[in-house]
C-alpha cells in the first residue's frame, strides 16, 4: 500500500503563530497537491507542486516539495482565524491519475 | 478555472432505496472522474475510478454491485448507491483532472452529502 503520512492529525493554535504540517512517503510522486477543505464542501486546491526541492509561496503559506519527491511541507506564518479548515497533502504517481490522501491536518486556530 | 459541479449536494432517502449522484466538468472534458467518500473530520478515501466509455476500476474493498458507477459522456459521471442502508450514509466526493496544461491538477465537486434513515 501506498501510504501518505500526514502530521500532525489536529493542531489548534492561537492567531499569530506558526505552523507547519508535513506529509511523507516511502514512494516517489510525480505531483502533489495541497488543498483545504471546509465543512460540507469539497476540497479546493492550494498548490500542486511537481519538481525536487521546489519551494512555492501563496501568501502567508509556504509549500516545499521534498528533493526526492517523497515528501513534502506546509508552513503556514502567523497564522489567523481564517486558515482553520481541514489541510489535506496528496501524491500522483501519474499525470492525471489517482491520488493518494493523506490523513488531513484539522487546523484550528483562535483569536 | 476548471469547475466540477456534483448534484444533489444533500439526500435524504430510506433504507432500501437507491440513490444516484452526479458529477459534471463543465468546462472541460474529462475521460477519468474520481469517486471519494469521506467520514467526519477524516480524510478522502477513493472509492473507484470513472473512465468514460468503459468499466469503473474499482479500489479494494469497495463493493462494485453496491456503488454502480456509470460515465457514459465525457462531462458526465454517475455514482448510484444501492439498496441504500444506514451505513452507506456519508459525504461522496468526485472529482476530475482538466488534463491539457493542466495535467498535474484535479478539481473536485462541492460534495454530497447522503444521510439513508
Not at chain 1, 506564518?77 to 500522483?92: E, F
Not at chain 2, 477524516?42 to 456509470?70: P, R, W
Request: glycine fraction near 10%; charged fraction near 15%.
Amino acid at each position: 500500500t501506498q501510504l501518505l503520512e500526514q502530521s500532525p492529525q489536529f493542531l489548534s493554535i492561537q492567531e499569530g503563530e506558526n505552523l507547519t504540517v508535513y506529509c511523507n512517503s516511502s514512494s516517489v510522486f510525480s505531483s502533489l497537491q495541497w488543498y483545504r477543505q471546509e465543512p460540507g464542501e469539497g476540497p479546493v486546491l492550494l498548490v500542486t507542486v511537481v519538481t525536487g526541492g521546489e519551494v512555492k509561496k501563496l501568501k502567508r503559506l509556504t509549500f516545499q516539495f521534498g528533493d526526492a519527491r517523497k515528501d513534502s511541507s506546509l508552513h503556514i506564518t502567523a497564522a489567523q482565524p481564517g486558515d482553520t479548515g481541514l489541510y489535506l497533502c496528496a501524491g500522483a504517481h501519474n499525470q492525471g491519475g489517482k491520488l493518494i490522501f493523506g490523513q488531513g491536518t484539522e487546523l484550528s486556530v483562535k483569536p | 478555472g476548471a469547475v466540477v459541479s456534483q448534484h444533489p449536494s444533500r439526500v435524504i432517502c430510506k433504507s432500501g432505496t437507491s440513490v444516484k449522484i452526479e458529477c459534471r466538468s463543465l468546462d472541460f472534458q474529462a475521460t477519468t472522474m474520481f469517486w471519494y467518500r469521506q467520514f467526519p473530520k477524516k480524510s478522502l478515501m477513493l472509492m473507484a475510478t470513472s473512465n468514460e466509455g468503459s468499466k469503473a476500476t474499482y479500489e479494494q474493498g469497495v463493493e462494485k454491485d453496491k456503488f454502480l458507477i456509470n460515465h457514459a459522456s465525457l462531462t458526465l459521471s454517475t455514482l448510484t448507491v444501492t439498496s441504500a442502508h444506514p451505513e452507506d450514509s456519508s459525504f461522496y466526493i468526485c472529482s476530475a483532472p482538466p488534463g491539457g496544461y493542466a495535467k498535474n491538477i484535479q478539481y473536485f465537486g462541492a460534495g454530497t452529502r447522503l444521510s439513508v434513515l
